[in-house]
């Protein structure tokens, strides 16, 4: 299938690794020209270069997208690039290490940062000239957690408001053909992520966790969730305003009445 996504520019954050890697991959592979954003300049320097480095034009912008400047730096970045991105994938997320569920209202505060903040400050900048050219596509990536109690409460809650924000922005601004989705993911399978560590460290717990909680006995692949994103940031995702996919393996709790 043809996305018809060639030549448009993409801006991706979170890109070094995981997930936001697979999906710059995906992208750059449906002639998507990428703007990759995270932390590391190496990780982001490696995966360009894999892709057709800066001569296919992709650029890079090692940045803390968190910090409070974060997102304006990113805004003046590319529109001193002179670059109008017709996608964006707000990627980066997670729970910062914060697990307590009475932990300070602060570390709420971080986690609300980092997984809902930063997206609605770069949507703010690009929607807008999204909308006059009346085409425009916003994936979010959510999680699992959003729905069940898959993580600790700061980042469930952050995760939940992240696809109720997406859900009521979305139908705001689908009449002028721009899409706002999320997409969320189960447990997938990193290089050097949480799974990847657990399989080395604790394999009887990943044993057990895939046997009682994963339906499909297996984690998911990078390019499972990278390939739905391409699909949510192309021409044929114009019916998904608001949308929230949910690509988790049958993760969660289940009942089985008998033995299959």
Known sequence: ???????????????????????????????????????????LEQLIDSIGGPTVGHRILPLDIAAADGPSQLVEYVREQGIEPDIIV????????????????DEWQQVMRLNVEV????????????????????????????LENQGPPAYC???AALNAYVRSLGRFVCADNVILTSIMPGAIFTKDGYWDTAMQERPDHVEKYLNERMAIRRFGRVEEISELVAFL???????????????????????YPVEI
């Open 119 to 146: 997206a609605i400050e770069i949507n703010r900048a690009f929607i807008p000239m999204m909308r006059e050219k009346k085409w425009g596509r916003i994936c979010h990536i959510s999680s699992i957690s959003a």
């Open 1 to 43: 299938m043809d996305l018809e996504i060639k030549g448009k520019w993409a801006l991706v954050t979170g890109a070094g690794r995981g997930l936001g890697e697979g999906i710059c991959r995906s992208l750059s592979q449906e002639g998507v020209r990428i703007v990759a954003t995270s932390r590391t300049a190496r990780d």
């Open 233 to 255: 940031c192309s021409e044929h995702s114009s019916f998904c305003a608001g949308s929230a996919l949910l690509a988790d393996g049958g993760q969660g709790k289940s009942f």
């Open 90 to 105: 707000n990627n980066v997320g997670g729970n910062l290490g914060f697990t307590d569920p009475l932990g300070p209202v």
């Open 157 to 159: 809650a952050a995760k």
